[in-house]
């Protein structure tokens, strides 16, 4: 049972425009959603998280949106930049729980 | 936030055979997760290394193959057991404060990850 999901496992987006990467999940009793980025052998780093209160959470070029009646985040990165290309992963925490569940990672590419 | 080493990064093993991976904190952390990535999936959760006792193991994960060790608050190892090519995965150690993921503030910090292959 895969409560969270990251449909698109690749993502090619040109330099300077957005990116936007997407992820769905089940459990309406997640409290706080996440998105990290890793590199090639490095360890995944935070990005940015949205509390499930809240419908939008911005942090430079990052912009994380939630809609809570479908379901679903998305992570906005403008502009895209070629530092940019690693694989982004979504994760939910239910608090109390002390447990993250990811999803499956987008690749994301930014071509120069 | 605190700084992760984890040792082997990687390694080649024969099946049947066991494997200890070491994750070392440079500063004291009340929680420490063992995780798992397989090829194009997910990172799981293996188990929570609970400092001075027996470590929280996830369903579908068992301490007979993944035995943890948390001796302090900065170290734990993870044993890989009588490993098969299924085992063969990027397996991460992370950290992360109580109090803020209680919160949700927080994050987990990760370490680089050690890379099993077995064959």
């Known amino acids: 049972d895969q409560q969270v999901k990251q449909n698109s496992p690749s993502l090619s987006v040109q330099e300077g425009r957005i990116s936007i990467l997407n992820c769905d999940y089940t459990?309406?009793?997640?409290?706080?959603f996440l998105w990290y980025k890793k590199y090639p052998a490095e360890g995944p780093t935070f990005l940015i998280s949205?509390?499930?209160?809240?419908d939008k959470n911005e942090d430079g070029r990052f912009t994380v949106f939630l809609n809570k009646s479908a379901k679903h985040l998305s992570l906005h990165i403008v502009p895209s930049q070629p530092g940019d290309s690693a694989v982004y992963f979504c994760?939910?925490?239910?608090?109390?729980?002390?447990?993250?569940?990811f999803g499956t990672g987008t690749r994301l590419k930014v071509l120069a | 936030s605190a700084v992760i080493s984890q040792k082997p990064s990687r390694d080649i093993c024969q099946r049947g055979t066991s494997l200890t991976i070491q994750c070392q904190v440079d500063?004291?952390?009340?929680?420490m997760f063992w995780y798992r990535q397989q090829p194009g999936q997910s990172l799981t959760l293996i188990a929570t290394?609970?400092?001075?006792?027996?470590?929280?193991?996830e369903s579908g994960f068992v301490i007979d193959k993944f035995p943890i060790s948390r001796p302090n608050l900065t170290f734990s190892t993870l044993t890989v057991s009588n490993m098969s090519p299924e085992d063969s995965s990027i397996y991460l150690c992370?950290?992360?404060?109580?109090?803020?993921?209680?919160?949700?503030?927080?994050?987990?910090?990760f370490g680089a990850g050690s890379r099993l292959t077995v064959l």
């Open positions: 992370s950290v992360g404060d109580l109090g803020q993921i209680s919160s949700g503030a927080n994050v987990l910090t």
């Open positions: 459990n309406s009793m997640f409290d706080y």
């Open positions: 949205i509390s499930s209160i809240k």
């Open positions: 994760a939910a925490y239910q608090a109390g729980t002390y447990k993250y569940i």
């Open positions: 500063s004291q952390v009340t929680m």
């Open positions: 290394a609970n400092q001075g006792s027996e470590a929280t193991y």
